[in-house]
């Protein structure tokens, strides 16, 4: 049976990013050796970092004074290394999830921090309009998808400040205006490749502005000035990221790729609103997240919720229990899902409501 693979992270790939890896971590290229073997040092792997990085650029269309850097240590490691570099007095961040509370916590180690605005109160459905940035502020640090709650912000905000964004889980869904952020960050493993690489964006004007010692390894302009090879990187990974990369040019780049997951989102949603068991938890659609769809049993229907997961399995529909903070489903519609899949789990949902209504 084909199985739809909608895991939230680490999550589907693109066949053409599993099919090369898999190649070359056999033999790279018939040089003989697998990709996994040779020097991060070595002409091959040097080109194959090149590319990656030049073709980031190439997507997002990056400006100049950017880096592109390739490091270790996951999303997570940015909620310290960004306070770390970035925080002199005091920073603004707005909370508006799990992993924005927990980039907010890190750099209370830091400095003096505001919650610009949160939406704890609605356990995280929404996303705060209206708040200020204040413009004595060292950063903002927003969340621009919330992979647990099924909230985006879609489009790219003006800051007074430098703006720093975890895009861990949009990265590459949209065009992004990079102009507008001094740093934008990630793990790979949603949208991207497999687990281990971490990118970050980063405008190089914005270092050098705070007093406290770094540590070499945790200094931004150790990597710039290294390529990211000041110690050996997730090399494998980044072979996999320059696949990924591969594959949304020649699909026509973020254009293209923003166009099929809007369409991939509108069709689940819309059935979402339509059908009589579920509801989503987003109601906003301004809010509403094209990458990670989140939905319930309505009320009546609440007791209904493991038979559906398990009718779904049993279509081969993978990875959408929700997350144990929302409950109910999320669907994580991520750049290599296909439109296929949407419409196997729309067609699943309207089979068991007839079953059952
Ligand atoms: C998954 C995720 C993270 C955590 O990433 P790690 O690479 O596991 O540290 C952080 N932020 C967001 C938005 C995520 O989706």
Redesign the pocket.
């Known amino acids: 049976m084909k199985k739809h693979n909608f895991n939230p992270?680490p999550s589907i790939l693109p066949q053409f990013t599993v099919e090369n890896t898999a190649k070359a971590v056999l033999d790279l290229d018939g040089i003989g050796l697998s990709v996994m073997e040779i020097s991060h040092r070595s002409k091959e792997f040097e080109a194959i970092l090149n590319e990656a990085i030049a073709l980031f650029k190439e997507l997002l269309e990056i400006p100049q004074g950017y880096h592109v850097l390739f490091l270790g240590g996951?999303?997570?490691?940015q909620f310290c290394m960004v306070p770390y570099n970035m925080l002199e007095k005091k920073a603004a961040y707005l909370v508006t999830g799990e992993?924005a509370s927990k980039a907010f916590k890190e750099a209370k180690f830091f400095g003096e921090l505001l919650e610009v605005a949160s939406s704890k109160d609605k356990n995280f459905s929404y996303i705060p309009k209206g708040f200020i940035i204040p413009a004595d502020a060292d950063y903002f640090h927003i969340?621009t998808?919330?992979?647990i709650y099924g909230t985006e912000m879609k489009k790219d905000i003006d800051s007074p400040v430098p703006l720093v964004a975890?895009m861990?889980?949009d990265i590459f869904s949209r065009p992004v205006d990079v102009s507008k952020y001094a740093i934008i960050y990630?793990?790979a493993?949603?949208n991207l490749a497999p687990a281990g690489v971490?990118f970050i964006i980063i405008k190089e004007s914005i270092l050098g502005k705070v007093t406290r010692a770094i540590p070499t390894i945790l200094d931004y302009r150790t990597h710039i000035k290294n390529g990211s090879l000041f110690n050996t990187p997730p090399c494998l990974a980044i072979y996999s990221a320059l696949q990924t990369l591969k594959w949304l040019k020649n699909l026509g780049g973020l254009n293209a790729m923003h166009k099929i997951n809007t369409e991939k989102a509108r069709i689940l949603y819309d059935e979402i609103d339509r059908n009589k068991l579920f509801k989503a938890t987003v109601t906003s659609e301004e809010d509403r997240s094209i990458m990670n769809i989140c939905f319930i049993m309505n009320d009546e229907y609440k007791q209904l919720e493991e038979e559906f997961q398990n009718f779904a399995k049993s279509k081969g529909l993978l990875g959408i229990k929700g997350h144990r903070s929302v409950g109910g489903f999320r669907a994580s519609c991520y750049n290599a899902l296909p439109l296929e899949s949407v419409q196997a789990l729309v067609n699943a949902m309207k089979e068991f409501e007839k079953m059952k209504i």
Not at 74 to 77: E, H, K
């Open positions: 992270g996951g999303a997570s490691l992993w969340t998808n919330n992979t975890d861990s889980s990630g793990g493993q949603k971490t």
